[in-house]
């Protein structure tokens, strides 16, 4: 976990993953980098959150593996899951609803995204995620969940960087420069205190 800048009341804080996605972005914003995965991502935000203060927003500025053939482009996600949690199974055992879709009211009708701590790179998994999901990362849910529990309002916004199949690996590591371009574009025209 990394945070760097100040996080004041009157500006949004931007998320990312990795350094890698990050390396174009205007810092004038503060901005915190989590680490990859769904644990990293909800605990460093948790924590930066509870420290406070709290930001204006929070915006998830990330990569993402496309599960739908010509998915391309940069994408403000609409619904996200959690692909990784077998939340029907809790429920039966339990009665308590785990890892229910969360929506995003600042985005309806945007596509939606699984996450989960699986990389995915097979044909197998893809399909199988593709009849819940245009979108997969793995930091999203985790994001919008410490964000909602902390009363603060979130924007996924996601990158395509690869097709979450055979080769997916290898397609992150040479677009990943690409995205992070494409990324801080998206925030230079999207996001307030940021010229």
């Given at each position: 976990?990394?945070?760097?800048?100040?996080?004041?009341?009157?500006?949004?804080?931007?998320?990312?993953?990795?350094?890698?996605?990050?390396?174009?972005?205007?810092?004038?914003?503060?901005?915190?980098?989590?680490?990859?995965?769904?644990?990293?991502?909800?605990?460093?935000?948790?924590?930066?959150?509870?420290?406070?203060?709290?930001?204006?927003?929070?915006?998830?500025?990330?990569?993402?593996?496309?599960?739908?053939?010509?998915?391309?482009?940069?994408?403000?996600?609409?619904?996200?899951?959690?692909?990784?949690?077998?939340?029907?199974?809790?429920?039966?055992?339990?009665?308590?609803?785990?890892?229910?879709?969360?929506?995003?009211?600042?985005?309806?009708?945007?596509?939606?995204?699984?996450?989960?701590?699986?990389?995915?790179?097979?044909?197998?998994?893809?399909?199988?995620?593709?009849?819940?999901?245009?979108?997969?990362d793995m930091e999203g849910y985790a994001l919008a969940t410490a964000a909602h529990r902390a009363g603060v309002p979130i924007r996924l916004v996601k990158h395509v960087s690869d097709e979450a199949g055979e080769g997916a690996a290898?397609?992150?590591?040479?677009?990943?420069?690409?995205?992070?371009?494409?990324?801080?574009?998206?925030?230079?025209?999207?996001?307030?205190?940021?010229?």
């Amino acid at each position: 976990m990394e945070l760097m800048g100040q996080i004041t009341a009157d500006r949004p804080l931007l998320v990312l993953a990795v350094k890698e996605e990050a390396q174009y972005l205007d810092t004038r914003l503060p901005v915190l980098l989590t680490g990859m995965g769904k644990v990293n991502a909800a605990t460093a935000l948790a924590t930066v959150l509870g420290r406070g203060p709290l930001p204006s927003g929070i915006v998830n500025l990330g990569t993402a593996g496309a599960l739908r053939p010509g998915l391309s482009g940069t994408h403000l996600v609409g619904t996200v899951i959690q692909h990784d949690l077998d939340g029907e199974l809790l429920a039966t055992l339990t009665g308590e609803l785990y890892g229910a879709p969360l929506t995003l009211p600042d985005a309806a009708g945007g596509p939606t995204l699984a996450t989960g701590d699986a990389f995915i790179s097979d044909e197998a998994a893809r399909a199988r995620l593709a009849e819940r999901a245009a979108l997969v990362d793995m930091e999203g849910y985790a994001l919008a969940t410490a964000a909602h529990r902390a009363g603060v309002p979130i924007r996924l916004v996601k990158h395509v960087s690869d097709e979450a199949g055979e080769g997916a690996a290898r397609s992150w590591r040479e677009s990943v420069a690409d995205c992070a371009r494409s990324l801080a574009d998206w925030a230079a025209r999207h996001i307030p205190h940021h010229s």
